[in-house]
């Protein structure tokens, strides 16, 4: 199965047992389970910001496009100055 298939399963199977646990339940577990979506959703923001911020830190150097991108920039400088723009 892909990912997004594994994904839909997980949630569809998770939002199924959180149903019939707030359904089912009496006293302060009823209280409990009603709050599990917004700590689902703290949870996952988290994780998410953590991602973001990983992959911001271990920022990858890549030479050959350093090198590529240096190339477009001093053909681009030579074409506006062939064009009459000072740089």
């Given at each position: 199965?892909?990912?997004g298939t594994n994904l839909f399963?997980?949630?569809s199977i998770s939002i199924i047992i959180w149903?019939?646990?707030?359904?089912?339940?009496t006293g302060y577990v009823k209280e409990i389970t009603k709050s599990i979506p917004t700590y689902a959703l703290i949870?996952?923001?988290?994780?998410?910001?953590?991602?973001?911020?990983?992959?911001l830190a271990q920022l990858k150097d890549y030479p050959e496009e350093a090198?590529?991108?240096?190339?477009e920039v001093e053909q681009a400088k030579r074409f506006y100055q062939e064009k009459g723009l000072k740089l």
């Open positions: 199965m892909s990912r399963v997980a949630f149903i019939i646990t707030l359904f089912l339940s949870l996952y923001f988290s994780y998410a910001l953590f991602k973001v911020g990983g992959d090198q590529s991108l240096q190339k």
